[in-house]
């Protein structure tokens, strides 16, 4: 039985020779392609299972090309590899998802270790979800607190419903979880479910993403492509971010949610849609309507169905069971088998106020499996974990042992939140100060955990 599907991008032809022979030994199935536009036609015609990716190519970039499957909401698990790596290009291939970063000439044995985990974490993560849909639990919306059951009886009623449903809530508390969810308990269940990251989409190209193009319609569109929109029609759309959302597409996404057509870039013929929309934003919308930043009449039109998300710190009682969740992926991940919390080290979770929610708690939970030397997290572990991220800093950048992708995240965590403070926690004027797009910025907080100003930071 193939132990998993692999597509392996690379332009040196003897790499990709090399991989298939030894990944196909270890019962590998394996497909190779020598540049990105063989790699993204071949990803457009099948599921892969993992992929490994080349920085440096003919034709494109590897990390380029992993933000275009991110941008598409695809969750491949993603090993980047090159030959002349720099620490800018792990860091933004860790901050897009990377799983790893190999520098060549690749270890057989390296590569096969972090494919075997890789797809090990990939199939508990599956056989977690089909347990949850035997016992009624609704994705990762784990909890039975009162919030938790009222929410779930919420989505209940929303999936039942057509009308466009709008959630908010701050970043990390599992918003593209409930927009999953909606859509797998709708009779739009077997359609579709596209994600659009409005906040992740360059200003210049959201129109194409959200309609599609035709050829020739700008600078680079060869072919024709179609958009959110027409993939999602018969099923769901899930638009995260929306707060983010550029004023003059805004208009357009309101005409699109009143006539229910669209026209793709570059044409002129009208296109029938039948989608239903899950929107999400973490932004005070009301607030940003009296700023004249986001329409009061494309509210109105997302705000139908209204869902609120709980944070984490207002229902403390379900992080026991969270946190033991998350700890039996990561054991099983990393091969630490056995591993559990101590009362005091559970105590210590249990009290902290979590401002990156359910996300920050499963990245904690990740850290403690990997740095635990026992087989039990104790308070100490856990106060070394909530606390030592800046006092690591201050003692360096390198620290034997610990992986290079926790170090960069270290460091780059670091000096985004001494930017924010020195900018008096304004993300807008953070962002001019580093000479980063403010949607860029955004993207950055929302991967390392990260709270902006008044909760501004993106979440899912």
């Known amino acids: 039985m193939p132990r998993g599907h692999v597509l392996v991008l690379d332009d040196e032809r003897a790499i990709l020779t090399t991989l298939q022979k030894a990944l196909s030994l270890e019962g590998y199935t394996v497909d190779v392609a020598g540049g990105v536009g063989v790699a993204e036609e071949k990803l457009a015609k099948r599921s892969y299972d993992?992929?490994?990716?080349?920085?440096?190519?003919?034709?494109?970039?590897?990390?380029?090309?992993?933000?275009?499957?991110?941008v598409s909401g695809s969750e491949l698990p993603v090993v980047m590899m090159s030959g002349h790596a720099t620490v800018d290009a792990a860091v933004r291939a860790t901050r897009l998802g990377a799983i790893d970063f190999l520098e060549k000439p690749l270890s057989t044995d390296r590569l096969l270790l972090v494919l075997e985990n890789t797809l090990r974490l990939v199939r508990a993560e599956a056989e977690a979800k089909a347990l949850r849909t035997q016992t009624g639990q609704v994705g990762e919306l784990i909890g039975e607190s009162r919030a938790m059951l009222d929410l779930r009886e919420q989505i209940a009623r929303a999936a039942k419903a057509?009308?466009?449903v709008f959630v908010t809530g701050e970043r990390g508390t599992g918003k593209e979880l409930v927009a999953r969810a909606i859509?797998?308990?709708?009779?739009?269940?077997?359609?579709?479910?596209e994600k659009m990251n409005c906040a992740a989409v360059p200003s210049e190209l959201i129109e194409s993403e959200m309609f599609g193009h035709e050829a020739g319609a700008f600078t680079g569109a060869t072919k024709q492509r179609r958009g959110k929109f027409e993939?999602?029609?018969g099923g769901t759309l899930?638009?995260?971010e929306v707060g983010d959302m550029p004023l003059a597409m805004q208009a357009k996404l309101?005409?699109?949610?009143?006539?229910?057509?669209?026209?793709r870039v570059g044409g002129h013929e009208t296109i029938k849609v039948d989608v239903r929309v899950v929107a999400a934003t973490n932004r005070d919308i009301e607030a940003a309507c009296r700023e004249g930043q986001f329409r009061p009449d494309l509210y109105d039109r997302l705000n139908v169905l209204p869902l609120s998300l709980p944070p984490l710190r207002a229902r403390r009682e379900d992080v026991p069971q969270l946190a033991r969740h998350f700890l039996a992926l990561a054991t099983q991940a990393n091969d630490r088998p056995g591993m559990a919390f101590t009362d005091g080290g559970m105590g210590v979770l249990v009290a902290y106020s979590f401002p990156g929610n359910v996300r920050e708690l499963r990245n904690i939970i990740e850290r403690l499996v990997i740095l635990t030397p026992d087989e039990t997290i104790d308070e100490g572990d856990v106060k070394v974990c909530l606390g030592g991220q800046q006092a690591a800093m201050k003692g360096g950048l390198f620290r034997p042992g610990v992986p290079f992708r926790v170090l960069a995240e270290e460091a780059e965590r670091a000096i985004l939140e001494e930017a924010l403070g020195h900018h008096g926690g304004q993300m807008a004027?953070?962002?001019?100060?580093?000479?980063?797009?403010?949607?860029?910025?955004?993207?950055?907080?929302?991967?390392?955990?990260?709270?902006g100003d008044k909760g501004e930071a993106e979440d899912e």
């Open 254 to 263: 309101l005409r699109v949610l009143q006539e229910r057509e669209i026209e």
């Open 429 to 451: 004027a953070t962002a001019r100060g580093l000479g980063l797009e403010r949607s860029h910025l955004y993207k950055k907080f929302k991967a390392l955990g990260l709270r």
């Open 50 to 70: 993992i992929a490994l990716f080349d920085v440096s190519l003919p034709d494109g970039d590897g990390v380029e090309l992993l933000q275009r499957i991110r």
């Open 231 to 233: 993939r999602a029609s």
């Open 238 to 240: 899930f638009l995260d």
């Open 183 to 193: 859509h797998g308990a709708s009779k739009r269940a077997r359609g579709p479910l």
């Open 162 to 164: 057509t009308a466009t």
